[in-house]
């Protein structure tokens, strides 16, 4: 189809906000950090120093075994999602994205209030210890964190399967094994793969959980990036590892958009499940079993940061940790108090959601039924791909100055935690206005609406639960990002997650833990105000 005359130009304002406030700065740092090392060859010598060839393989070593233990256990779990209707389905499909509107911090911790020297399991089973520190535990937590988004995938694929081409292989003769085979399984594959890459990509750009759990033996690329940014004051060296790191991530990321693409062809295909679950057919029960033990596993994790604040320590008694969350002694350790360090939290996620959501409106329009949605997608994805450290620290670098000096701190905040919101809340606006018929539409601009007061008028108002999806995961990534937030802030601009970060690297256990059992509530609390009234909010 011919793109609508001027569509093109509503995707100018995305597009410039991710140059002026990614590429260019990111470029220029680059440019600047290859010829300070010496062209290529200096480039060559720092790429072959072995820890950063260490970091290296322990981004794919990491991404690869998340990837691969997400999608084994997704999968089953988004089989029986997707397939299977049961009473609080919808509401299930909402609350699997729990996990990814927290900031990984929080998983950090419950694993290690679970499975460390002093955690819950550790003195009820001798194995439990090995899960609690080094890359068992990254692991773990990269699970926790993204196997959610597996299932919803793997269950987007069932959705989207022909119903046609199931009913006919049936009509034939075919097993229920011929027509997994044949129809309804091949798109489940699409969506488990596009989950796996996605955890991939996300398990090899971490960055908190390295530093906590197990420290630089196990740094992935962003964390080697930050340490020689930051503590060994090699700046040239760092953007050199990034400018690596986004060609090395290029192909996933690409793969991932391709497959992201393939879950969106033919929405119109979808379909509510009307299989019910049988008591008398073992695959069912093994699917649901798998689905309770994948849900009973990911609400443990949070539950132990919430026993934890709660639960007395030593010689202190229950809810100790909360009234120590809330002492002078906090607020000097941190530099502000907790209530100004929410505060900023959430102005600055309520901004970047803002900003997120408005370019997102356009951009889905200008990309309406077009090829272009990958590669646009690809441009929003760059940002992730050079790593919010060196995202950080080219704002920093490029438009501190400009914007006067350390005053301007919390502007560039919040136009990082857009950037990195702006991917996901394309894909989650795009989704479902790709599925919707143009009929409505058609009868705006017949009876003289322009195309995109159409668009407004007929197709945002029927993606509803798309615009909710998309504000909500740009809030949510806004509320719990770490990584770039780190290494802007000054002390008067703190954010709730980076003083939990601090609290946890003090080794100051329960007052962590109290920190992030108020994240874990804020999140709860979003999340059921905008699931309130019957809305569900799904990927």
């Known amino acids: 189809m011919t793109p609508p005359r001027g569509a093109v130009g509503l995707s100018l ?15 220029v740092l680059f440019a600047t950090s290859l010829a300070d090392s010496g062209g290529l060859a200096g480039a060559g010598a720092l790429l072959a120093d072995p820890l950063n060839r260490a970091a290296v393989g322990n981004s794919l070593e990491q991404g690869a075994l998340s990837a691969a233990l997400a999608v084994a256990l997704g999968y089953p779990a988004g089989l029986f999602v997707g397939r299977f209707d049961f009473p609080g389905r919808g509401l299930l499909r909402s609350v699997l994205l729990v996990p990814f509107l927290l900031p990984s911090l929080i998983v950090v911790l419950g694993v290690e209030d679970l499975f460390s020297s002093g955690g819950l399991f550790a003195s009820t ?3 439990a ?11 773990l937590v990269n699970l926790v964190f993204n196997l959610p988004l597996v299932v919803l995938l793997t269950a987007t694929g069932c959705e989207v ?4 081409l199931e009913e006919s292989v049936a009509t034939l003769g075919g097993s229920p094994a011929r027509a997994y085979l044949d129809g309804w399984g091949r798109p489940t594959w699409v969506g488990a793969a596009a989950g796996g890459l996605l955890t991939f990509l996300f398990s090899a750009l971490s960055f908190a959980p390295p530093l906590l759990l197990c420290g630089a033996r196990c740094y992935t690329v962003e964390a080697r990036i930050w340490s020689l940014d930051t503590v060994l004051l090699q700046p040239a060296a760092a953007g050199v590892l990034a400018l690596a790191m986004l060609l090395l991530f290029l192909l996933p990321t690409l793969g991932y958009l391709w497959l992201a693409r393939g879950l969106r062809a033919d929405p119109g295909r979808r379909r509510r499940p009307t299989r019910r679950v049988s008591v008398h057919r073992p695959v069912d029960l093994a699917l649901a079993a798998e689905t309770l033990a994948v849900l009973g596993g990911v609400a443990a994790v949070l539950a132990a940061v919430l026993f934890r604040t709660l639960a007395p320590s030593g010689s202190e008694g229950a809810g100790a940790a909360w009234a120590s969350l809330f002492s002078p002694a906090t607020t000097a350790r941190l530099g502000l108090s907790v209530p100004a360090a929410v505060g900023n939290t959430l102005v600055f996620a309520v901004a970047a959601a803002g900003i997120a959501v408005l370019l997102t409106v356009p951009a889905a329009f200008a990309t309406l039924g077009r090829r272009s949605r990958t590669s646009l997608g690809l441009v929003l994805f760059l940002p992730l791909l050079v790593s919010p450290v060196v995202l950080a620290f080219a704002l920093a670098t490029f438009w501190r100055p400009i914007l006067g000096g350390e005053g301007s701190v919390w502007v560039l905040v919040i136009v990082s935690q857009a950037m990195l919101a702006l991917p996901f809340a394309l894909q989650a606006l795009a989704t479902p206005l ?5 009929a409505s539409r058609e009868a705006a601009q017949t009876l003289g ?3 995109f007061s159409a668009f407004l008028d007929a197709d945002l108002p029927r993606a509803r639960d798309g615009l909710v999806t998309a504000a909500l995961l740009a809030f949510a990534l806004g509320l719990g990002e770490f990584t770039a937030t780190f290494f802007l802030v000054t002390p008067r601009f703190t954010t709730l997650p980076v003083a939990l970060y601090g609290l946890a690297n003090a080794r100051q256990t329960p007052v ?17 105000a905008l699931s309130a009234g019957g809305r569900r909010v799904e990927l």
């Open 13 to 27: 304002p995305v597009l410039a906000f991710v140059v002026l406030f990614a590429l260019l700065p990111v470029a």
């Open 125 to 127: 089973s001798a194995g």
């Open 129 to 139: 210890g090995v899960l609690g520190s080094g890359v068992p535990a990254i692991v």
């Open 161 to 164: 399967a022909s119903r046609d």
């Open 434 to 438: 790709s599925g919707l018929p143009a």
């Open 449 to 451: 609406a322009s195309r």
């Open 512 to 528: 962590a833990d109290a920190a992030a059992g108020l994240l874990l509530l804020i999140a709860l609390a979003v999340f059921v």
